[in-house]
Structure formats: structure tokens, C-alpha cells
């Protein structure tokens, strides 16, 4: 029996379990202290009233032998892909329900759909960037290029010759830096991925907090994208569903490569290794499309965004530059004094008992700069705000 040697290529932590870890020691050294977390993207606010009252009606079908349900499809219910289908179209993105697989969150598809493709394949990757996109790839044994996103490109890279690979990943609005690709950008992208036969991988789990109307939403309101990208979207930052696991993946009939379709093939896949989301969890899902479940989601979202625009204020008044904050919930800043990620983490855990994300956690290009996210509890957020505010002007 012999291992995958691709797992010693990992950096040795995921960059959430070294900031908890690091998190963890300095509060069992310092019990006294009140810890403001604005680190990992965790949501504060509760599942909304209507997710509620249709996860407790589905339990209670669970309950009678008259409604009760085993295993479910593993793509997903119809019930849960039409309303998702016509969430889409809504946007001016037409889908058959069948393009539509229910997912547990888009982390695990993120990575799992590499099993469609050769391991030969390169892969293009933004950096900086959500970290689990590169270590998928590193456990499959990928070449890795990178596309420098930086101040310069207002970290909204775009594709040049030296770029191309087979696989490319992109995030818009963008972990960690917030910022959004607008269409003609997007449309670079697809022409690009068309040109070269590459396959877009698009992680779209913020786009509920796109509110420029005038920003693309999906990368299907591209046109072309269908022949070139999946889309992956997460119900976890939209409705607060990171704990309750629930989100979906996109795979057109037009996509195909070497003839053949790849949303077959995943179709295939899952039936071997999936077989679901929780019927319960489906049923809340499908809640948050319902008029009454957009109004509460739509709610909670702007809570989140007044959080984004207080920690935004502080950092104008403390004459910071940061991207991000308006259409997401991330606000991407550089660090005070030139100091490094993770000297400026440290500093604000001491004297601020405040966590944050270092951007050297995202890749080289995060060096010197730092994520504080808005999905923290208000008074908190003000209170963070208010201890940033004092320690960096005292500094
Ligand atoms: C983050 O903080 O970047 C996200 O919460 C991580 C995730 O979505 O897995």
C-alpha cells in the first residue's frame, strides 16, 4: 500500500485551522480578554423564519410512514432545481432542471469535479485566492500557474498568452478581496477559455451581494459561457446555511470536451459516490426562493453590508486603502505602516483582540494586505471597529 506523496506538497495548515489555532492559544493565555472574530467568513445571523417553518414541516413528513422519504435523487428534488432554475432566469439565464445538481456546499464540488479531468491537465489559479482551490489541486498532483491579482489590476486579473491552461478557477464577487468582474471582463475570460479549450471553474458564492445591477451575477449571463464554464454557488453566505450544508452546481448540456459531456459524466459520478442532500435541508432550501424567503434573506444581507460600510468608514478615516465591501461581504485592506499579513494579525490580536484574515494566507500577492469580514455580529463589528481605530492611531 503506498500514499498520495502529493499530500506533502500541502502547506502544513489550511490557513482557517492556523488562524484558529493561533486564535486558541492566545485565548487560553488570556482568558480575561474579549475576542472579536472577523476572521473566517462564518455567518452571526440566524436561518430565516421561513427556512425554518419548511424544515420543520419536512421533518414532520419524516415522521409518517405516509411522507416519509429514503434516499432522495442524488442530483437533488425537482422541487429544490425548479425554484433554483427559475431563480436563474430571473437573471436572464435560461436552464433545463437537469443542468442543476443540488450540492452540500460549493467547497466539496469545488474540489470533487477534478475527478472529471486528467491529472495531466494545468491548472490557472488567481493569486491571492480561496485557498481551497490550490489545495485540491496540489492533493491531485496539478501543475499550478498563477495570475497575479494586484492594486494595479484593481485585483481583477485578466488572461494574456502566457496564461493559458486547461483548467481555470475564478471567484467573483472575489475571495478574499471583494472585488467583482463586470461583463466585458467576464467576456474575456469565456472568449479566452473558448480559444484555448480550456474549462472555467466559477465559484459564485457572493453573488447574493452583488447590488450594482449592472454586474454580472452568474458567469451564464456571459455569452458563450455555456460551452466553456461550471458554475458553483452556496447557499452558505446567501441564507446563512454554513452550517446546515446546502448549495448547487451548474453543468450545461453544452459543455464538452473530447466529445464528451461533462455533465454526463458528473451525473455519473455522483450516482457512484453521492446520494443527496438531507431531504430536511432541501426543504429550507427551497424556502429562501419564495417571495417571503428572498424578503428575509434580503434582510439579513443588508445587516451584513451595514457591518461591511462601518468597518469601510473606519479604515477611510484612518486613510487605509481597501477594495471589496460594497458588492460583498469581505473588505480587503492594506496593512497600516507597511506591515506583513501576518505581523499585522498578531498585532491586532495583542492589542485589539481583534482576528482577522492575514492575505499572505491567499497567496503571494496577500502579502502586506488583511480580510476583515462583515458576517460578525453588529455590536461586535462596531466594537472591532472602535479597537482597530484606537491601536492603529496610537501606533
Ligand atoms: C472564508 O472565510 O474564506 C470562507 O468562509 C471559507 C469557506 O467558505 O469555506
Not at 465559484?203 to 451575477?217: G, M, T, V, W
Not at 451525473?267 to 429550507?284: C, D, T
Request: hydrophobic share 35%.
Amino acid at each position: 500500500m503506498r500514499i498520495n506523496k502529493n499530500h506533502f506538497n500541502l502547506i502544513e495548515n489550511y490557513l482557517f485551522s492556523d488562524v484558529a489555532n493561533k486564535v486558541k492559544k492566545y485565548s487560553e493565555e488570556n482568558p480575561n480578554k474579549k475576542i472579536i472574530k472577523l476572521g473566517i467568513g462564518d455567518v452571526t445571523l440566524p436561518l430565516c423564519n421561513a427556512v425554518i417553518d419548511e424544515m420543520k414541516n419536512a421533518i414532520c413528513e419524516m415522521g409518517k410512514k405516509e411522507t416519509f422519504k429514503g434516499y432522495g435523487p442524488e442530483e437533488g428534488y425537482l422541487f429544490l432545481r425548479e425554484k433554483i432554475q427559475s431563480y436563474y432566469n430571473k437573471k436572464g439565464v435560461n436552464l433545463k432542471t437537469d443542468e442543476i445538481f443540488v450540492n452540500d456546499g460549493a467547497k466539496c464540488d469545488l474540489g470533487n469535479i477534478l475527478e472529471l479531468f486528467s491529472v495531466d491537465n494545468t491548472v490557472l489559479i488567481p493569486d491571492p485566492v480561496y485557498p481551497a482551490y490550490v489545495d485540491c489541486n496540489v492533493m491531485a498532483g496539478r501543475k499550478i500557474k498563477y495570475i497575479d491579482a494586484n492594486r494595479e489590476n484593481e485585483f481583477l486579473p485578466l488572461p494574456s498568452e502566457k496564461d493559458k491552461a486547461d483548467i481555470i478557477y475564478l471567484c467573483s464577487p472575489n475571495n478574499p478581496t471583494g472585488a467583482v468582474y463586470n461583463h466585458e471582463q467576464l467576456k474575456t475570460w469565456v472568449n479566452f477559455a473558448i480559444e484555448n479549450d480550456s474549462i472555467i471553474l466559477f465559484d459564485s458564492a457572493y453573488e447574493s451581494f452583488i447590488e450594482d445591477k449592472n454586474l454580472p451575477s452568474s458567469i451564464f449571463e456571459v455569452e458563450g459561457a455555456k460551452k466553456c464554464a461550471i458554475e458553483f454557488c452556496s447557499l452558505s453566505k446567501t441564507a446563512g446555511f454554513t452550517g446546515t450544508r446546502c448549495g448547487y452546481t451548474v453543468i450545461p448540456q453544452k459543455l464538452v470536451f473530447e466529445n464528451q459531456s461533462i455533465n454526463k459524466m458528473w451525473k455519473r459520478r455522483l450516482a457512484a459516490k453521492f446520494n443527496g442532500v438531507s431531504y430536511i435541508v432541501q426543504r429550507g432550501a427551497a424556502a429562501i426562493f419564495s417571495e417571503l424567503g428572498q424578503q428575509q434573506i434580503k434582510n439579513n444581507i443588508r445587516y451584513y453590508k451595514e457591518n461591511a460600510k462601518i468597518i469601510a468608514n473606519a479604515l477611510d478615516e484612518l486613510n487605509i486603502y481597501y477594495t471589496g465591501g460594497i458588492n460583498s461581504p469581505y473588505v480587503w485592506l492594506k496593512c497600516p505602516n507597511n506591515m506583513k499579513s501576518w505581523d499585522f494579525f498578531d498585532f491586532l490580536l495583542q492589542r485589539a483582540n481583534v482576528v482577522g484574515t492575514p492575505g499572505a494566507g491567499f497567496g503571494k500577492n496577500g502579502e502586506g494586505f488583511f480580510r476583515l469580514t462583515a458576517f460578525g455580529d453588529r455590536a461586535n463589528t462596531i466594537e472591532a471597529v472602535e479597537r482597530i481605530k484606537a491601536n492603529i492611531k496610537s501606533n
